[in-house]
């Protein structure tokens, strides 16, 4: 392109007289209302991706002066299905995805699906019912949950699992932390604070639930490599239900009065106070759980939980939205691909638990 004499490379080909465009030229030339322009330029919804294309090309094209939108880019509708939303965990996760989603592209909207179970079969309906374009699911890494993420793939629907890795899928991502690691750490604690021989007791929802069989695992393997004067004399599956794991400690307890420690690795923290309450053990045993709560804070500042271990909601989060970011094609944190969670456990002890608001 040729440029005339005082005009530059960048300037409006209109001559310094030319009015400016206002959204109502946009409106005439595009073949749309003002409302319509509005809500384009706003990125308000409720438009098509035709319209809104053609929109945004006709404002670039008539120079009108205002940062405009990406031509291109999708409007995004992620589904976070989470079961049984009345565990603290997953309380804390819903939050942290309320609070994150309002920092993101406003093309990216959440949409948060509970469900009042974590079954696999109600799981996987959820997953292959949505309508949204990408899915944070949160689900026990059974075949019909696998199936129902390969089928997703299939519609070019991505999904990311939370908590539980969802290994032997279709998955985009797992954002969660090391399970196993995290037993291995809590064997290494325990082995350093019970010096003297003695039976521990494990807690967990149900050895079929990936997340704590491979906490069990890792907490036994330490044992066996560096304490071998622990012993796992019993492991109580409770369901994550706090009635049933009380009672289920209590009937440990009566068995073996002489536990030294508990390592909870699921929710049921309030369940293993109560026993512990129940004054049935010798002595005080150590207490290890998971996740910093109200009740695990208040628990470890009165000194009956010894330590918890946090799975950071947040950075899992944080790392499941970067990563669907990345894989639509929009700015945001720097990720690397192929995505690989690096979230970590946090230990919380009587002497670091953070200030309360």
Known sequence: MVFGKGQSKGQNMAGPTTPRPKLKDVARIAGVGTATVDRVLNERGNVSEEVRRKVIETARAIGLRRQLPPSYKPLIRINLILARPELPLLTRMAVEFRNLAKSIDRRVSLH??????????????????????????????????????????????????????????KQLAYAGTNHHAAGRTTGFFVAQMSPQAGPVVVLCSHLGFQ???????????????????????????????????????????????????????????????????????????????????????????????????????????????????????????????????????????????????
């Open 211 to 357: 997340p704590h069989a491979e906490r069990i695992a890792g907490f036994r393997e330490y044992l066996l490599e560096h304490a071998p004067h622990l012993t796992i004399a019993r492991i109580v599956e409770g369901l994550d239900d706090r009635v049933r794991s009380r009672a289920r400690l209590e009937a440990a307890f009566r068995e073996l009065p002489q536990v030294l420690a508990i390592y909870n690795v699921g929710g049921a923290n309030l369940g293993v106070r109560a026993a512990i309450e129940a004054n049935i053990l010798a002595k005080r045993p150590l207490f290890v759980g998971h996740e910093l709560t109200e009740h695990t804070t208040r628990m470890l500042r009165e000194g009956l939980m010894t330590l918890t271990l946090d799975q950071n909601p947040r950075l899992q989060a944080q790392f499941s939205l970067d990563v669907l970011m990345d894989h639509f094609g929009y700015q945001g944190r720097p990720v690397a691909r192929p995505y690989t969670s690096n979230v970590p456990i946090v230990l919380y002890g009587p002497e670091n638990i953070p200030p309360t608001d």
């Open 112 to 169: 948060i699906t509970t469900l009042p179970d974590e079954a696999a079969e109600t799981v996987a309906a959820a997953l292959r019912v949505t309508d949204c374009d990408a899915v944070v699911v949160y689900a026990p890494n059974h075949i019909v949950i696998r199936d129902a993420i390969d089928d997703l793939h299939a519609r070019g629907i991505p999904v990311v699992s939370i908590i539980s890795d969802l290994s032997g899928s």
